[in-house]
């Protein structure tokens, strides 16, 4: 009978696959709603389908391993042993890809005192035997020895489990220029790193390969031990009892006692019930669209035997009602009938143009309605009033809706679910950036988009204003039903109020001078050009000071400098790696490169300003409320959160943020210390909250404890060493760190962190806890219940995991941070409407806020910054805010 009429036996390594698929995916890019890590169950199981699909078997198995003992650890206790402990968010995933198989009436296969292998080996055997074309499916390089005529391997790439190479003789041959059965030979004389199986020393893969072709197999080798000459030959002799064990330890057992017959292994209909069961627990929609339509091809068996029976299809996602267009009293009765018990959702599209409303979609559970929204018409009068009406409204991504609202002259009220913010305090490390996502990750489901290469799209193939309205309707209430308690009072309370708030200040901007900018931008070119050419004098020729290939070779050739961290392209030619070298080694050149890249970097800073300034005279920079995984705003288009702020450039830079012709002045007002509060919040610490509550000066109040000196004593020096370690120990800031950052010592680095632990022991106990807590729950809490997940804190990789400990330490304090600010905000900015001011808020950067002062109202308007801004939490220390006033940006500092 030949191949394509034999039967196929597909049999896989279930361990094997799964551990592939585990590192081949990230870990944290998988999980349910609950936390569960779902990244080797997908990998493999679309590795399995993609299998199913391409080979047809009529008979398959998986195989596990029961554990990690085995009748092989007996005789060798240090078999595997160097492997690391089974990374925590795998060992819970076994169980489920199991579950998973079994729905799909894949029969799974473990036997106690064997491995998987073994298993698999076993039934090669009997498949071959009995006529089976056998594939056998594994990352174990010992499952070589099976392949023969009528055994063919298929063995994952290294890049994870998408890609198998199969391995028939030919390709074995091919590979190794060995043939299969002599694979466990080389194995055995090479030795395997990753079952903790020594070879021969000094024997590698050539040498191995070269034996075996003149003395064909191990036995044959070690009778012939006496004629191999030289180093390797003694060290054959001496130590050809390791070869001995690694071939009876390697040798996979063939007539393990199974209870099942390769006739059981046959291909069955799936459960369908169970499936979408454990593939909805798991969330995998897409796979288990897969797995349906698999089985549902699979209808007229394979190669002659039958295959598993077709199932019902997947019921079809609900289609978006068709909207309407209604004018008047037609409108308004809609508006009264349709939104009066429930929350209506609401999608508008802009004008790229102008960035005012160019259509409008509002959608309950069943029905929609188009407006093509233009300011002179009248007959939309009922939706502007249901839109400026407290009607609740769900919504994703508002914030740019209501820039358009504001710029189209229209009032708005009533946001009470952002779904993309819901979505991403769900998930802020890795958030669903679009209503694309969010329906895909809580529905299961598609939104209509057209093919994007289209620059016309095709008629119906988009969604618009109103799909989006629905879509977001149906989508809020499933991200807030897996939300904790905790985060839906966070969205409620502060990231929602925060939406409009934060739209308000993109539409007003900050006024800029141009011409301060301009001038500032030549000088700085003129700087950086004189700075070139001095260094260019330096080492006598002109190079490229932006090209680190270049810099390279002038330090380290042409100027013999000590080699700096190594790269992938050299050695560093970073900021960091730069400054350390001139502290150790100063040169001209290097002092000049480095005032070159800050005059440089400063330019591109003041160039980007300058760009980004309007029509109108203003910035409107855009607010991140939904970028960083701690909660902070991130400014962008332009970026106004890297000005430098204790330089006379960067005061040069915030000259040129000056007040509208309207108003007065500007107003900055900020938090004092506010990091270091929260942390005298959270520790509880009596030290640090007498120090705040007393009014003392921290800094100097924590030296003094420190250095056992009276607090007239502390000098600066000790000043700068206690505040450069209050700050840094909220980040994992190390002994070796803090030697670096001082320039001091590690010797008294060290001491001075004892020192400091001795008086402050508080600090110390929460920062401990902080991790071993976050360990525990797999994510860190704020003051306001904000969570960030950290699944790497288990991670077995110790890099990330030592990552993971450094974010997880300061994420409670940046996060509370984060949500008082926010908090602030939209305090103040009610307190401004309540007093019925003209003044207003203009920008948010970090712990500061920048107002534009309406004539008449400096004191009111300071006397609700304190207030608010001051009342914005109850902690156990006072939150001290610093008020300054002033024609610019500059000016107003404090």
């Given at each position: 009978m030949s191949d394509p009429q034999k039967p196929t036996l597909l049999v896989v390594d279930g361990h094997s696959l799964a551990f592939r698929a585990f590192y081949a995916l990230p870990v944290d890019s998988f999980s349910t709603r609950d936390g569960q890590h779902t990244n080797a169950i997908h990998g493999f199981l679309s590795m399995l389908l993609l299998l199913l699909q391409n080979e047809r078997p009529t008979h398959l198995a998986v195989a596990f391993d029961v554990s990690r003992f085995s009748f092989r650890t007996r005789e060798y206790e240090d078999y595997k042993a160097t492997r690391g402990e089974t990374p925590p968010e795998f060992k819970g995933q076994v169980p489920l890809l199991q579950e998973a198989l079994r729905a799909m009436n894949i029969t799974v296969l473990e036997k106690e005192d064997f491995e998987a292998d073994d298993i698999l080996a076993t039934l090669a055997a009997r498949g071959e035997a009995e006529g089976y074309r056998v594939l056998v499916v594994s990352g174990d390089r010992d499952t070589i020895q099976l392949v023969n005529d009528e055994v063919t391997l298929l063995y994952p790439n290294a890049q994870g489990v998408s890609q198998l190479k199969r391995y028939d003789p030919a390709a074995v041959v091919e590979r190794y220029g060995i043939r299969p059965e002599q694979y466990p030979d080389v194995a055995a004389l090479v030795g395997e790193t990753s079952d903790n199986l020594p070879g021969i020393s000094k024997v590698g893969e050539k040498t191995a390969v070269k034996w075996l072709g003149l003395y064909g197999d191990l036995e044959g080798i070690l009778a012939h031990a006496d004629e191999i000459k030289g180093v390797v030959g003694q060290n054959l002799r001496d130590q050809k009892e390791l070869a001995i064990r690694n071939r009876r330890l390697n040798r996979l057992v063939r007539d393990v006692e199974l209870d099942v017959r390769i006739a059981d292994l046959e291909a069955k209909p799936i459960d369908d019930d169970a499936v979408r069961t454990i593939f909805g627990r798991l969330e995998f929609r897409t796979l288990l669209d897969r797995v349906l339509k698999l089985a549902g091809e699979a209808n007229g068996g394979a190669n002659g035997v039958d295959a598993p029976k077709p199932v019902a299809e997947s019921a079809p996602a609900p289609a978006a009602p068709t909207p309407r267009t209604l004018l008047d009293e037609e409108l308004a009765a809609w508006f009264e009938r349709a939104t009066a018990a429930e929350p209506a959702g609401l999608g508008l599209s802009v004008d790229v143009v102008d960035g005012r409303v160019a259509g409008v979609g509002v959608a309950t559970a069943t029905e929609s309605i188009r407006l093509d929204w233009r300011p002179e018409r009248r007959d939309y009068e009922p939706f502007e009033a249901w839109l400026a009406s407290p009607a609740p409204k769900i919504m994703v991504d508002a914030k740019l809706q209501l820039e358009a609202i504001a710029r189209s002259g229209l009032a708005f009220d009533g946001l009470v679910v952002d779904a993309l913010v819901a979505g991403w305090l769900m998930r802020p490390s890795l958030q669903e950036k679009t209503l694309h996502d969010l329906v895909h990750r809580y529905l299961g489901e598609t939104v209509p988009q057209s093919d994007p290469a289209l620059l016309v799209p095709e008629e119906g193939t988009d969604a618009g204003a109103p799909e989006y309205a629905w879509y977001a309707l149906r989508v809020a209430p499933e991200i807030l039903r897996v939300l904790p308690e905790p985060t839906r009072r966070l969205l409620a309370e502060i990231e929602m109020p925060l939406v409009p708030t934060l739209a308000a200040m993109e539409v007003r901007g900050v006024a800029v001078d141009h011409d301060r900018l301009t001038a500032l931008s030549a000088e700085l070119g003129d700087r950086a050009a004189t700075l070139a050419a001095a260094a260019y004098g330096e080492i006598g020729r002109e190079v490229n000071l932006g090209s680190p290939k270049q810099l390279q070779e002038v330090l380290f050739d042409q100027l013999g400098m000590p080699k700096t961290r190594a790269t992938k392209t050299g050695y560093s030619t970073d900021a960091s790696a730069l400054a350390d070298l001139q502290e150790s080694h100063p040169h001209p050149f290097l002092g000049l490169l480095l005032e070159h890249r800050d005059a440089t970097k400063l330019r591109q800073i003041v160039d980007a300003l300058d760009k980004s300034i309007g029509r109108d005279g203003r910035i409107h920079t855009t607010y991140g409320q939904i970028g960083a995984a701690t909660g902070r705003m991130s400014s962008n288009d332009p970026n106004l959160q890297n000005i430098p702020i204790r330089t006379e450039d960067g005061r040069r830079i915030r000259e040129a943020f000056r007040h509208g012709s309207e108003f007065t002045e500007l107003m900055t007002a900020d938090?004092?210390?506010?990091?270091?509060?929260?942390?005298?919040?959270?520790?509880?610490?009596?030290?640090?909250?007498?120090?705040?509550?007393?009014?003392?000066?921290?800094?100097?109040?924590?030296?003094?404890?420190?250095?056992?000196?009276?607090?007239?004593?502390?000098?600066?020096?000790?000043?700068?060493?206690?505040?450069?370690?209050?700050?840094?120990?909220?980040?994992?800031?190390?002994?070796?760190?803090?030697?670096?950052?001082?320039?001091?010592?590690?010797?008294?680095?060290?001491?001075?962190?004892?020192?400091?632990?001795?008086?402050?022991?508080?600090?110390?106990?929460?920062?401990?806890?902080?991790?071993?807590?976050?360990?525990?729950?797999?994510?860190?809490?704020?003051?306001?219940?904000?969570?960030?997940?950290?699944?790497?804190?288990?991670?077995?990789?110790?890099?990330?995991?030592?990552?993971?400990?450094?974010?997880?330490?300061?994420?409670?304090?940046?996060?509370?941070?984060?949500?008082?600010?926010?908090?602030?905000?939209?305090?103040?900015?009610?307190?401004?409407?309540e007093s019925g001011l003209r003044s207003r808020m203009l920008l948010q950067v970090h712990d500061e806020l920048v107002f534009e002062v309406a004539e008449g109202e400096s004191d009111e308007l300071e006397r609700i910054v304190r207030d608010r801004m001051g009342g914005a939490a109850d902690l156990l220390v006072p939150l001290d805010v610093q008020v300054g006033r002033g024609a610019s940006w500059d000016d107003a500092a404090h």
């Amino acid at each position: 009978m030949s191949d394509p009429q034999k039967p196929t036996l597909l049999v896989v390594d279930g361990h094997s696959l799964a551990f592939r698929a585990f590192y081949a995916l990230p870990v944290d890019s998988f999980s349910t709603r609950d936390g569960q890590h779902t990244n080797a169950i997908h990998g493999f199981l679309s590795m399995l389908l993609l299998l199913l699909q391409n080979e047809r078997p009529t008979h398959l198995a998986v195989a596990f391993d029961v554990s990690r003992f085995s009748f092989r650890t007996r005789e060798y206790e240090d078999y595997k042993a160097t492997r690391g402990e089974t990374p925590p968010e795998f060992k819970g995933q076994v169980p489920l890809l199991q579950e998973a198989l079994r729905a799909m009436n894949i029969t799974v296969l473990e036997k106690e005192d064997f491995e998987a292998d073994d298993i698999l080996a076993t039934l090669a055997a009997r498949g071959e035997a009995e006529g089976y074309r056998v594939l056998v499916v594994s990352g174990d390089r010992d499952t070589i020895q099976l392949v023969n005529d009528e055994v063919t391997l298929l063995y994952p790439n290294a890049q994870g489990v998408s890609q198998l190479k199969r391995y028939d003789p030919a390709a074995v041959v091919e590979r190794y220029g060995i043939r299969p059965e002599q694979y466990p030979d080389v194995a055995a004389l090479v030795g395997e790193t990753s079952d903790n199986l020594p070879g021969i020393s000094k024997v590698g893969e050539k040498t191995a390969v070269k034996w075996l072709g003149l003395y064909g197999d191990l036995e044959g080798i070690l009778a012939h031990a006496d004629e191999i000459k030289g180093v390797v030959g003694q060290n054959l002799r001496d130590q050809k009892e390791l070869a001995i064990r690694n071939r009876r330890l390697n040798r996979l057992v063939r007539d393990v006692e199974l209870d099942v017959r390769i006739a059981d292994l046959e291909a069955k209909p799936i459960d369908d019930d169970a499936v979408r069961t454990i593939f909805g627990r798991l969330e995998f929609r897409t796979l288990l669209d897969r797995v349906l339509k698999l089985a549902g091809e699979a209808n007229g068996g394979a190669n002659g035997v039958d295959a598993p029976k077709p199932v019902a299809e997947s019921a079809p996602a609900p289609a978006a009602p068709t909207p309407r267009t209604l004018l008047d009293e037609e409108l308004a009765a809609w508006f009264e009938r349709a939104t009066a018990a429930e929350p209506a959702g609401l999608g508008l599209s802009v004008d790229v143009v102008d960035g005012r409303v160019a259509g409008v979609g509002v959608a309950t559970a069943t029905e929609s309605i188009r407006l093509d929204w233009r300011p002179e018409r009248r007959d939309y009068e009922p939706f502007e009033a249901w839109l400026a009406s407290p009607a609740p409204k769900i919504m994703v991504d508002a914030k740019l809706q209501l820039e358009a609202i504001a710029r189209s002259g229209l009032a708005f009220d009533g946001l009470v679910v952002d779904a993309l913010v819901a979505g991403w305090l769900m998930r802020p490390s890795l958030q669903e950036k679009t209503l694309h996502d969010l329906v895909h990750r809580y529905l299961g489901e598609t939104v209509p988009q057209s093919d994007p290469a289209l620059l016309v799209p095709e008629e119906g193939t988009d969604a618009g204003a109103p799909e989006y309205a629905w879509y977001a309707l149906r989508v809020a209430p499933e991200i807030l039903r897996v939300l904790p308690e905790p985060t839906r009072r966070l969205l409620a309370e502060i990231e929602m109020p925060l939406v409009p708030t934060l739209a308000a200040m993109e539409v007003r901007g900050v006024a800029v001078d141009h011409d301060r900018l301009t001038a500032l931008s030549a000088e700085l070119g003129d700087r950086a050009a004189t700075l070139a050419a001095a260094a260019y004098g330096e080492i006598g020729r002109e190079v490229n000071l932006g090209s680190p290939k270049q810099l390279q070779e002038v330090l380290f050739d042409q100027l013999g400098m000590p080699k700096t961290r190594a790269t992938k392209t050299g050695y560093s030619t970073d900021a960091s790696a730069l400054a350390d070298l001139q502290e150790s080694h100063p040169h001209p050149f290097l002092g000049l490169l480095l005032e070159h890249r800050d005059a440089t970097k400063l330019r591109q800073i003041v160039d980007a300003l300058d760009k980004s300034i309007g029509r109108d005279g203003r910035i409107h920079t855009t607010y991140g409320q939904i970028g960083a995984a701690t909660g902070r705003m991130s400014s962008n288009d332009p970026n106004l959160q890297n000005i430098p702020i204790r330089t006379e450039d960067g005061r040069r830079i915030r000259e040129a943020f000056r007040h509208g012709s309207e108003f007065t002045e500007l107003m900055t007002a900020d938090y004092s210390q506010i990091e270091m509060r929260i942390m005298a919040h959270l520790s509880g610490d009596p030290g640090l909250i007498e120090a705040f509550n007393e009014g003392e000066d921290l800094h100097r109040f924590v030296g003094a404890r420190v250095f056992s000196v009276a607090p007239e004593e502390v000098t600066p020096l000790m000043r700068t060493k206690v505040k450069a370690m209050s700050y840094g120990l909220a980040y994992g800031l190390s002994a070796f760190g803090l030697s670096k950052q001082l320039r001091i010592e590690r010797a008294e680095a060290t001491q001075l962190m004892t020192e400091y632990f001795a008086r402050f022991g508080a600090v110390r106990d929460y920062l401990r806890g902080v991790v071993a807590q976050a360990k525990l729950d797999g994510y860190t809490e704020t003051i306001f219940g904000r969570r960030r997940p950290f699944p790497d804190l288990n991670s077995p990789n110790r890099v990330l995991r030592e990552n993971a400990e450094r974010a997880a330490l300061n994420s409670p304090i940046q996060g509370s941070a984060a949500d008082i600010i926010k908090l602030a905000m939209q305090g103040v900015e009610r307190g401004i409407a309540e007093s019925g001011l003209r003044s207003r808020m203009l920008l948010q950067v970090h712990d500061e806020l920048v107002f534009e002062v309406a004539e008449g109202e400096s004191d009111e308007l300071e006397r609700i910054v304190r207030d608010r801004m001051g009342g914005a939490a109850d902690l156990l220390v006072p939150l001290d805010v610093q008020v300054g006033r002033g024609a610019s940006w500059d000016d107003a500092a404090h």
